[in-house]
């Protein structure tokens, strides 16, 4: 059975039995305790946990998953996989365990065609429930079914929903290990197919359990491993998932698959990490120094390290993403749209890692050697923390190296550095935690959500009733309205801040955020008293909300109008939208030079000139999808989308607020474009008054500078021109007596004595002009010259040298005399030193060679 087969017969199979199919969700979650989409419940998580309404009581997915765990044994088994599908399905509040079990069977022994005398079952130990209904409902023999304890009970934490699961299990036979069932056999014998879960128990503080009002069903089954199992093969390799893949693998290593098992590791390790990274990058996630971009730099460069140190200098990337494609471009279309897009990104990482690999793995071989020359197994800590910093080895591939050896990172020291280099900004989370999840879930089964009705200006101030108010700490509250115009904090754009006033008191609004799947929470500070049941008087301040949405649809503009001059790779990284200005981050591999800047912002302010109006509509996200409107990152879309069409070039999913017509944002200037990591640009930009005031600062300080130079506006470039070049002729003629005066001096040096090394204290000169001197003396005959001297407090030293002495070697032993170091040629080498008192001695040293 091929894969494509083994999707078509699941979902089918739940779509004939009531369940409505959900496409899969991005790797990237919106739960952000989670840095990957790991289960195919966490997309329904909300729905779980009552936060939002599901579009349906039952549901079906093939969901794409990454695990990071299993990295550092991809290639070294036959089953473990970083990036994998899970296949389920899914009931919120619908039928319970009769309905999961009876599913479960029914297509595992029928859709699937397994033997149900090579079936298990287990339960958990207290579930006497579902071990009756697999006895005497389904007929599976008691001996067959097993009780667990932990392994059958699953949890989202310390609190909040949980119950026992039930695990199908299947034997592979006598040959792969012990009999006795899951409980007791070979691990390698019964592997388990599906994982059923039944959330029936709400968990306390303290591990308290009580009945859950409405009861689920989320279950799992490993695509890969159903799928190896229905072909009767040993390994998810073997699928038609992996075959080109691994003959990619092969192809690039030059090497048979199933002749060499270490071959055979690096050929498993290349497929499964590049059909990952191929997954990961379709999806939005770029590589990086942290989060998950440094989770997929690490496999990178894992597939490239394998393919290496196997032999093979054949660049994998663009191979491997296509071998990706062949088997899961049908089931997730928008990989062949990006395919370019993905080469050119891993590409691009592939090359970067490339040229510092061979340094990296030299320098690794000849500290490794050395260790082992000591006859210790410690690698050291500040060897590991270069390769990291200046080669580009993630600690875990350098660590999984010198494990083949026998060896151990010092990661104590290796911490101690990168605490040392490494002083992250990280902005401070902006919740406040005045209320936890439980009582924003009671407020919405109490009250339901909050209605925003703040779209239009006309509504801006209106009448509302008051449905809640939680005291904070230091005097903050959150309140909570009927239906509100405040704004809550969402797609980049900040929340509105304003007043809520009653008769008897006033809320001073200083943000506004989604606490809970459209619950609104008012965050500041009141005085006087302020009671639910209340009705008060909301008012946003206007004329923030104004300059927010002028900058917001100014953002949509850029993001059109960069996609139309540099690619349509590029895709929005995260945004910020408020009244001063507008941050945009966006995939690119390279700098926004100035041509393409201009272009970009030509036709941002030419579609804002032609002032057309800005249009929202509300429709399916299929539909949206169809118009060619462009999702943002990191938001969340519903079945139901709100739909921007801002001028000529812009189709946007976005539930921000925008002008009316494109003419209300006055104009877009950009401040700033800059590099925030690898592949990831930043544009920091101005409209309407901030790009006027900004217009005017800088005419102000251009008619500074022309009265400097005593010319006009217009003139101000030549004249400056005229200005450099005069300084650049004085500063050639400078040069040019420096250099008269250091041949002098040489000369001067040169007969005072006839010594063949030369040693000598010349003060009052830079490094630069002391390495010439330097030369100049070594020029004239003499087979190495040593000079030292001081300039402004700072030392400088330096050697120069025919095959005599390596001038190289010689500065840095000097240089530790003076605090110092430094580095050159063999024949010509430079230090500089922090301490003046310590030439004597350099000079002393240097005699002595």
């Known amino acids: 059975m091929e894969a494509a087969e083994l999707r078509s017969i699941f979902l089918t199979y739940f779509a004939d039995n009531g369940h409505l199919i959900v496409p899969s969700a991005s790797l990237i979650p919106h739960d952000p305790s989670l840095l990957f989409t790991v289960a195919g419940m966490v997309p329904f998580k909300p729905y779980f946990l009552l936060e939002e309404t599901p579009p349906s009581p039952r549901a079906v997915s093939i969901q794409k998953c990454f695990r990071a765990p299993d990295i550092d044994i991809i290639g070294t088994t036959q089953r473990h996989l970083t990036f994998f599908e899970m296949m389920g399905n899914f009931s919120f509040g619908d039928y319970f365990k009769e309905g999961a079990i009876r599913y479960a069977w029914g297509l595992v022994t029928e859709g699937f065609g397994l033997d149900p005398e090579r079936l298990w079952v287990t339960v958990h130990h207290s579930d006497d429930q579902a071990e009756e209904l697999w006895r005497d409902m389904i007929g599976v023999r008691p001996e067959r079914i097993q009780r667990l304890g932990e392994d059958n009970f699953w949890d989202m934490g310390e609190t909040g929903p949980c119950g026992p699961c039930s695990e199908i299990f299947y034997d592979k036979g006598r040959s792969f290990g012990a009999d006795g069932g899951p409980a007791f056999g070979g691990d390698d014998r019964f592997i388990e197919i599906w994982n059923l879960v039944f959330m029936q128990f709400e968990k306390g503080p303290g591990g308290s359990m009580v009945d859950l009002p409405r009861q689920n069903i989320d279950t799992g089954a490993g695509f890969e491993r159903v799928l190896s199992i229905l072909n009767g093969v040993e390994s998810v390799f073997a699928t038609d998932l992996f075959t080109p893949l691994i003959d990619t693998a092969s192809r690039a ?214 449905l809640a108010i939680l005291a904070g700490e230091d005097g903050t509250s959150e309140l909570f309205l009927e239906s509100t115009p405040f704004y809550a904090e969402s797609g980049g754009q900040v929340g509105d801040v304003g007043t809520f006033v009653t008769e008897s008191g006033r809320f001073e609004v200083l943000d506004t955020q989604n606490v809970a799947g459209g619950l609104f929470a008012h965050r500041g500070r009141h005085t006087g008293e302020i009671l639910p049941g209340q009705v008060g008087v909301a008012t946003i301040d206007p004329a923030r909300r104004e300059a927010t949405r002028r900058n917001h649809t100014a953002t949509h503009l850029l993001h059109s109008a960069l996609r139309n001059v540099l690619g349509d790779h590029v895709r929005q990284q995260g945004s910020y939208v408020g009244p001063e200005r507008l941050r945009f981050d966006f995939a690119h591999g390279a700098s926004v030079h100035p041509e393409e800047m201009n272009e970009i912002l030509t036709m941002v302010n030419t579609d804002v000139v032609a002032n057309e109006p800005v249009d929202t509509i509300q429709t399916s996200k299929t539909d949206a999808e169809k118009m060619g409107a462009i999702a943002f990152f990191g938001d969340k879309y519903g079945d139901l989308v709100r739909v921007v069409r801002a001028g000529r070039h812009s189709l946007e999913f976005c539930g921000g607020t925008h002008v009316d017509r494109l003419g209300d944002i006055g104009q877009i200037q950009v401040v700033s474009e800059a590099s925030i990591g690898s592949n990831t640009r930043r544009i920091e930009a101005l409209s309407a008054m901030g790009a006027f005031r900004r217009s005017a600062e800088m005419e102000n300080s251009l008619s500074a500078v022309a009265t400097l130079l005593k010319t006009s506006l217009d003139d101000v470039v030549p004249s400056l021109e005229r200005v450099m070049e005069r300084q650049r002729d004085t500063e050639r003629e400078i040069a040019a007596l420096r250099q008269s005066q250091l041949s002098v001096f040489a000369e001067q040096l040169h007969t005072q004595s006839d010594a063949a090394i030369l040693v000598a204290r010349v003060d009052g000169y830079g490094g630069d002009q002391l390495r010439a001197l330097a030369q100049d003396l070594q020029r004239r005959g003499r087979r190495a010259v040593v000079l030292a001297g001081v300039n402004d407090d700072k030392v400088s030293i330096a050697v120069a040298s025919d095959e005599t002495l390596n001038a190289q070697s010689v500065v840095k032993k000097l240089a530790h005399l003076v605090g110092g170091g430094g580095g050159g040629s063999p024949r010509l080498a430079l230090a500089g030193g922090r301490d003046p008192q310590g030439i004597d001695r350099v000079l002393i040293a240097a005699a002595a060679l």
């Open 253 to 466: 290593l030059n090497a048979p698959y199933g002749r060499d098992e270490t071959t055979d590791v690096a050929i498993r390790r290349i497929a499964e990490h590049g059909r990952a990274m191929t997954m990961l990058v379709g999806d939005g996630v770029l590589p990086s120094n942290e989060g998950r971009g440094y989770v997929l730099r690490r496999i990178i460069r894992r597939a490239i390290l394998a393919a290496r140190r196997s032999g093979s200098d054949v660049t994998l990337a663009a191979a491997l993403v296509d071998a990706t494609l062949d088997k899961m471009g049908e089931a997730y279309p928008a990989l062949l749209k990006d395919r370019d897009v993905i080469v050119s990104i891993l590409e691009r990482e592939e090359a970067g890692f490339a040229r510092t690999l061979r340094t990296g793995l030299s320098l690794l071989d000849d500290a490794r050697r050395d260790v082992e020359g000591a006859g210790t197994t410690i690698f050291p800590g500040d060897i590991a923390f270069r390769l990291h910093d200046t080669h580009g080895f993630p600690i875990e591939l350098t660590s999984e190296i010198v494990a083949e050896g026998g060896l151990e990172v010092d990661r104590a020291a290796f911490d101690a550095a990168m605490t040392a280099q490494r002083q992250r900004a990280r902005a401070s989370s902006k919740a406040l935690h005045l209320a936890d999840d439980a009582q924003y879930r009671e407020l919405i089964e109490r009250h339901g959500t909050t209605e925003f009705v703040g779209r239009d200006v006309s509504r801006y101030s209106l009448e509302t009733t008051v």
